[in-house]
Structure formats: structure tokens, C-alpha cells
T-cell receptor
Framework: DQQVKQNSPSLSVQEGRISILNCDYT??????FLWYKKYPAEGPTFLIS?????DKNEDGRFTVFLNKSAKHLSLHIVPSQPGDSAVYFC??????????FGQGTRLTINP | DTGVSQNPRHKITKRGQNVTFRCDPI?????LYWYRQTLGQGPEFLTY????????KSRLLSDRFSAERPKGSFSTLEIQRTEQGDSAMYLC??????????????FGPGTRLTVT
């Protein structure tokens, strides 16, 4: 059972524009959500997180939005830069436990 | 650099052989996690330790897999009698957990295992 889903395997965005990556989850016990970025041959790098008691968290060019009623979160990157090209994983955790990851979305920023 | 380190970075082995991977977490982190990632998928949880105690194991972790974290520092993951289906990237992560407050998990570069 895929508890965390990223339905878009890939996304292509023009440099300077906004990138929006989406994630849906099914488990109501998830109370903390994270986004990771992964380059080839490297481990995932933590980007930004949000607690379930909030609906928005911002860090520089990255903003995560959480809609608990829809069990949906999104990552906004603005403005998008070529170095943002990578695979992005959404992850969730029920309390202080393991992370459950989505399948990932490959983001390509075009010059 | 005081990030999570993993050794070896790559391992090629023949089916039926045993392999062992090592993970050195960020020094002050009390939790250590092992994940496995196959092509086109996100990382899947295998097991985790709080200090030296192994607190949870996934059903993915068959009896051919064993993990240890002696003295609550580095950890090893051993796979006995490897099978081709064990070919994957094995990722280690660590975090600092206090009083149930969630902290981010920081990942190492991974060990890519290829079973021929």
C-alpha cells in the first residue's frame, strides 16, 4: 500500500519560473512531512519540512504547503534555477518513527 | 565534513556470497536508520536503532539481513546468501530525537550493491 504518492514522475520548468511539486498521502497518523532532493549517485538531501499543525513553511526560495483536509502537500520553488534539477522526494512520518517516501518526481529546469 | 558516511560506496558480489556495509552517523545523533532504494522508487525503510537498541524492523528485512549498532555509534548491515533481488542502493540516515520532537533525518551517500 502506497501511503505517500507523487503522481508526476517528471516535471519540466523554465528557468526563473515557479516549480510546483505535489504529494498526496493516505495515513492520517502522519504528523510531520519532509521534502528531500536527490542528485544521481548521492543520498537524499533534506530541503524543508512542515509539522501537521501548520499549513505553510517557507525557507528562502522553497515553500511547503500542507492541506490536511485534502491530505495533500506541495513544494514551491521560486524562482527555479538550473541547479534545482534533481529528483524530489516527499516523505512523511507518524510521530518519531521511520520515514515513508513517495516515488519521487524528476524536476528539470530548462535554461 | 561531519555528515553521515557509508562504506563501501559500491559493492559487486556473486549470488550466494555474504556482504557487510558500514554506516557512521553524525556523531551526536542517537537514531540511525537503514533504507533500501531500487530504481524508480523512493527509499524504503528497513530498520532503525535508538542508541544501540534496534527498535523496529520492516517485513522487508528477511532473516538473511541483520543489522547491529554496537555501543550506539556506527552500524553494520549484513546480507547473507545474497540474491539478485538484493541489488539496490542501501542508504543510512541519522537523526537526533529528543522527547518525541521530530528532527530531520540526514542521509549518507549510500552503498550500491550489485549481485551478479
Amino acid at each position: 500500500d502506497q501511503q505517500v504518492k507523487q503522481n508526476s514522475p517528471s516535471l519540466s520548468v523554465q528557468e526563473g519560473r515557479i516549480s510546483i511539486l505535489n504529494c498526496d498521502y493516505t495515513n492520517s497518523m502522519f504528523d510531520y512531512f519532509l521534502w528531500y532532493k536527490k542528485y544521481p549517485a548521492e543520498g537524499p538531501t533534506f530541503l524543508i519540512s512542515i509539522s501537521s499543525i501548520k499549513d505553510k513553511n517557507e525557507d528562502g526560495r522553497f515553500t511547503v504547503f500542507l492541506n490536511k483536509s485534502a491530505k495533500h502537500l506541495s513544494l514551491h520553488i521560486v524562482p527555479s534555477q538550473p541547479g534545482d534539477s534533481a529528483v524530489y522526494f516527499c516523505a512523511a512520518r507518524p510521530g518519531a518513527q521511520k520515514l515513508v517516501f513517495g516515488q519521487g518526481t524528476r524536476l528539470t529546469i530548462n535554461p | 565534513d561531519t555528515g553521515v558516511s557509508q562504506n563501501p560506496r559500491h559493492k559487486i558480489t556473486k549470488r550466494g556470497q555474504n556482504v557487510t556495509f558500514r554506516c557512521d552517523p553524525i556523531s551526536e545523533h542517537n537514531r540511525l536508520y537503514w533504507y533500501r532504494q531500487t530504481l524508480g522508487q523512493g527509499p524504503e525503510f528497513l530498520t532503525y536503532f535508538q542508541n544501540e537498541a534496534q527498535l523496529e524492523k520492516s517485513r522487508l528485512l528477511s532473516d538473511r539481513f541483520s543489522a547491529e549498532r554496537p555501543k550506539g555509534s556506527f552500524s553494520t548491515l549484513e546480507i547473507q546468501r545474497t540474491e539478485q533481488g538484493d541489488s539496490a542502493m542501501y542508504l543510512c540516515a541519522s537523526s537526533l530525537e529528543r522527547s518525541g520532537r521530530p528532527y530531520e533525518q540526514y542521509f549518507g551517500p549510500g552503498t550500491r550493491l550489485t549481485v551478479t
